[in-house]
């Protein structure tokens, strides 16, 4: 994507500047963070708003009729609010929950274990994250349910002609990355949920690596179930949401049992609340939703579309630095991605790369990236990912390149 004017006219260092952490050194280095695919990191304002609620808010939700109750109260559905218009949805579709891993299990559990039975079929794709895969697994094992598979063509998209062709009659849901955490490959989700539809098919879209690089409009991607994650979207860990339509949540049973998601308790039966609160068992992580309501507001702030715009200008420079490297070689080249670069380098294991580059001050994430079916078919037991966000700069990349060149000379 071309940078566009709006992306040109932000000043990128000033906002790099909100972000405490990025100050910091590493091994006397300054600190290089190249890994928020793993989580990103967070600016003051989401760090202020978290400590204001305990400071002068903290109360548990729903609960209390005092002031603080209320107040709590107000902050947690305001986040919710704030969520849904920032991913286009309506604020009583989205289940607030602990994260993507939380919220592909509460489909799991309480959409596809009632439903499936021996004969059904769940179609995942080769490049979903372990989160989008194990649920579906546990759930096949327990109704006789099959997993079907559907393959990448060699630049890391998806096939898509084939992904049709798996939409045969036994599949009832298709699960799917919106954006990959190892290839970066952006899926286009709406024609693929637009296909699914077609042959009746229920569709849960992964957005963990999409909301927090690009602007996301849940509703024209025509999904039944969108999960995400708040901790990678300069939010606080254990936050995250389950968009559904609204059809769905009110058919679904609860996933948990408890406070906060009943109407009345009775010992000969008990009437569930409505949803979103009907998945949403027990005292939540009010603060960190605080926290995610301001990160949503610096974000919509900043704007998405120069977000992505400054990300894909970051990836096309280190992309084209490291394509000098001799002996690196990149793994995902689709035209749409997002700035994740998995890469291994001949002859040199990738655990050995991210420990030097560590003492470098560089972070990178080396390893499987909770993807082993995909690494399996890469061929590759390992790589190293540098993954870039908005706060990242053209010069830590040109220092993150001489430090690969200096480690890979160590280790040759
Ligand atoms: N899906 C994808 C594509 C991811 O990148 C991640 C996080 N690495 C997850 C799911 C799981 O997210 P969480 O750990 O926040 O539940």
Redesign the pocket.
């Known amino acids: 994507m071309n940078a566009t004017p709006a992306h040109d006219a932000i000043d990128w260092d000033r906002l790099r500047a909100d972000f405490p952490l990025l100050r910091r050194k590493v091994h006397g280095k300054p600190l290089i963070y190249f890994d928020s695919?793993?989580t990103g990191q967070k600016p003051e304002c989401v760090i202020a708003a978290t400590d204001d609620f305990y400071r002068r808010h903290n109360a548990n939700v729903s609960r209390a009729v005092h002031a603080l109750g209320s107040e709590a109260t107000e902050a947690y559905e305001g986040a919710r609010r704030k969520l849904a218009a920032f991913l286009h949805v309506r604020a009583d579709e989205l289940v607030l929950c602990s994260?993507?891993?939380?919220a592909l299990n509460l489909v799991a559990y309480s959409w596809a274990l009632p439903r499936l039975q021996a004969g059904d079929a769940i179609l995942v794709t080769r490049m979903e994250?372990h989160?989008?895969i194990v649920p579906w697994q546990l759930i096949a094992q327990r109704t006789g349910a099959t997993i079907k598979v559907a393959e990448l063509l060699p630049d890391g998209r998806l096939d898509l002609p084939a992904l049709y062709a798996a939409m045969t009659p036994e599949v009832k849901l298709l699960a799917v990355?919106h954006v990959?955490?190892v290839l970066g490959t952006l899926n286009p989700v709406a024609e693929i949920c637009r296909e699914a539809a077609r042959r009746g098919i229920t569709t849960v879209v992964?957005g963990?690596?999409a909301v927090p690089h690009m602007p996301v409009d849940i509703a024209a991607i025509g999904c039944d179930f969108y999960a995400f994650?708040g901790?990678?979207l300069c939010g606080p860990t254990g936050t995250?949401g389950l968009w559904a339509k609204r059809e769905h949540l009110q058919a679904m049973p609860p996933f948990l049992g408890g406070g906060e998601m009943i109407k009345e308790v009775r010992f000969d039966g008990t009437a569930f609340n409505d949803p979103p609160h009907k998945f949403e068992a027990g005292t939540p992580n009010i603060a960190g939703f605080v926290g995610l309501g301001a990160a949503v507001d610096y974000l919509s702030g900043i704007g998405m579309a120069a977000i992505h715009a400054r990300e894909a200008d970051l990836l096309a420079h280190a992309s084209e630095e490291l394509r000098k490297i001799d002996g690196l070689r990149i793994f995902g080249n689709a035209p749409d991605k997002a700035a994740v670069i998995s890469f291994t380098i001949d002859g040199v294991h990738s655990h050995d790369l991210a420990t030097l580059l560590d003492l470098e001050g560089v972070a990178v994430r080396s390893g499987q990236h909770?993807a082993h079916p995909l690494l399996q078919w890469l061929g590759v037991g390992t790589t190293c990912r540098a993954s870039l966000a908005f706060y990242n700069t053209h010069a830590e990349v040109d220092a993150f390149v001489a430090a690969l060149r200096k480690v890979v000379r160590l280790l040759a």
Do not use: I, P, V
Request: hydrophobic share 20%.
């Open positions: 695919a793993n994260g993507t891993t939380f994250h989160a989008n990355a990959s955490n992964d963990s690596q994650t901790h990678k995250g909770c």
